[in-house]
Structure formats: structure tokens, C-alpha cells
């Protein structure tokens, strides 16, 4: 990433959102919020809400693709969700789809190496697994390589 912006990830879900955000240096994803999904006006509020608050410039969604990479129902429905954020948000925010395949899993697996069971993470794994996907796509805008600090004379 050339400049330092703040990034929203979200997991959408029919029964809950996740939502993940960056770090002030664009680098690391962390856990924000549940947002709960059934009242689509509520929670679309709420988002926006936690756009203006936290300074939000990108928004990076998941894509529930199937294990091949085709789109199924569950795609129809995150991109008329996404559709209906982008009405009431800022026209300046960037959104970005990602492949979310299995970040739910990933995001389980390292809960269980965090000592929670499938109990304890029902109310953050959905933050979980939007940090996987918001954390994916910041590795993806890292440089290759990191350029070596500027010698002082």
C-alpha cells in the first residue's frame, strides 16, 4: 500500500456480521465487532456508524465461494448486502471483494490454539474470521520487499 489508510473487513452472515479493522499503519487486522444481521437496516446503520467513527477509506467484503471457486446463493446475497452498504455509506470508500473460502475454519482452528471452544467463540468468531479475510487482503498490498531503512549520515 503506498499510503497509510484504515480498512474495514467484514464477514457478512444472515445472523451476524463480523467486522475486523486496521491498524493506523495498514498492516495488522484486528477484531471490532458483531453486528447482528437480522434487522439488514440496523446493521447497515451501525456499519456506517463505525465508518465515520473509525475513519474508514476502504472496506474490503468476503465472498463465500464454494471450495472450487464458483459463486454460489450465499455470493448473490453478500453482493446485494454490499449493494445496499454502498448506498448508505460515503461515495469516497474503495471496496474490495476477497475470496473468503475457509476463513471461518482458520479463524476456528486458531481460537482452539487460543484455549476457546466452539461455545466460548460463538460471539467473536464472526470478528475472527473477518480479521482472516481483512488480514489476506492486507498481506496482499505489502511490497514484496521491504526496502531496507535510508542510511543516516
Not at 118 to 137: G, M, Y
Amino acid at each position: 500500500m503506498s499510503e497509510w489508510v484504515r480498512v474495514l473487513g467484514i464477514d457478512y452472515g444472515t445472523a451476524r456480521i463480523g467486522l475486523a479493522v486496521s491498524d493506523d499503519l495498514g498492516m495488522m487486522a484486528h477484531p471490532f465487532e458483531t453486528v447482528p444481521a437480522a434487522k439488514q437496516e440496523e446493521a447497515i446503520a451501525r456499519i456506517s456508524e463505525v465508518v465515520a467513527e473509525r475513519s474508514i477509506q476502504e472496506v474490503v467484503i468476503g465472498l463465500p465461494l464454494h471450495l472450487n471457486g464458483d459463486e454460489g446463493p450465499a455470493v448473490k446475497g453478500v453482493r446485494r448486502f454490499t449493494k445496499e452498504l454502498k448506498a448508505a455509506l460515503p461515495d469516497h470508500l474503495v471496496y474490495h471483494e476477497v475470496d473468503e473460502r475457509l476463513t471461518t475454519k482458520t479463524a476456528m482452528e486458531k481460537l482452539h490454539q487460543a484455549g476457546r471452544n466452539e461455545k466460548n467463540s460463538k460471539q467473536i468468531i464472526d470478528q475472527a474470521a473477518a480479521v482472516e479475510i481483512l488480514q489476506d487482503w492486507l498481506d496482499g498490498q505489502m511490497p514484496v520487499e521491504i526496502p531496507p531503512p535510508p542510511e543516516f549520515s
